[in-house]
């Protein structure tokens, strides 16, 4: 998926709304018209309509000011879109109290990142990666090292912990996207498609040419009623994540090696 960003973006102007360092020129823009106010609307529409749909025209629309209106608050597009960002992170859970050790910390955090996407699918386009660094985005990432202090890892390799786990959610939330689209796209589910398929499919792999696609093709589309499963795919690879996570954590404990 491309990102929303577009052409150069001047990353002190993102930075002066998110930390509320600017503010309006004029005061005439509108009554209780804010920053909040504008951010709210513009999450909603992308939420409901796609981020596509999500212009500074359409933001002043659905707040019933005119468009100048919203740039008065928010010079831009992608300013707009930083701060809907980290608005977001800032709703994220975030319990102090999470049973299972580091293992199961960074679970949650997979599992409350996951969620996001699912609420806010837009996010997948919207986040890049080169983040401006608002409050959220750095209550966020502090709170997530915070589940690989004091095991073991050095700085760097707190980081990497997080932007492999991270990565995992990332990429499990695109592919559980792409099945969403496909079926409103198509009218069809994943199911629904392999059966159009399945006359097809039982025709080439009968042959005996593809021994192993056959055996292990039908025994996954008979766990997951397609041809792939989102959610065993997330949790799958979380485990397999956190595995070799512990490996890590294992070889830096007093006495390994």
């Known amino acids: 998926m491309a990102s929303e ?24 823009a509108g009554p209780g018209l804010s920053v909040d106010r504008i951010v709210r609307a513009a999450i909603e529409i992308a939420d409901a309509e796609g981020i596509d749909a999500l212009t500074m025209r359409r933001v002043g629309e659905a707040l019933g000011v005119g468009t100048m209106s919203v740039y008065t608050y928010v010079p831009g597009k992608a300013e707009l879109l930083d701060v809907m960002v980290d608005t977001l992170y800032g709703e994220m859970r975030r319990p102090a109290d999470v049973p299972g050790g580091w293992r199961g910390r960074l679970e949650q955090i997979a599992r409350e990142n996951l969620a996001l996407y699912q609420a806010h699918p837009w996010l997948l386009r919207a986040e890049t990666t080169r983040p401006v660094l608002g409050p959220n985005l750095l209550a966020k990432y502090d709170y997530e090292l915070g589940a690989v202090a004091d095991i073991g890892l050095d700085d760097v390799e707190m980081d990497a912990v ?16 792409e099945v969403t689209e496909l079926e409103r796209e198509t009218g069809m589910t994943d199911g629904q498609w392999w059966q159009s398929h399945a006359p097809w499919l039982e025709k080439f792999m009968k042959s005996g040419s593809y021994p192993t696609a056959a055996r292990v093709g039908a025994a996954a589309g008979e766990a997951h009623g397609a041809a792939y499963g989102p959610e065993y795919a997330f949790e799958f690879g979380l485990q397999r994540v956190l595995d070799g996570i512990s490996v890590v954590v294992a070889e830096r404990s007093p006495g390994a090696g």
């Open 162 to 177: 997080l932007t492999l786990l991270l990565g995992h959610v990332k990429s499990a939330a695109r592919a559980a996207l």
């Open 5 to 28: 960003r577009k052409g150069k973006v001047d990353p002190a102007r993102s930075l002066a709304i998110l930390w509320r360092t600017r503010e309006p020129a004029s005061r005439s």
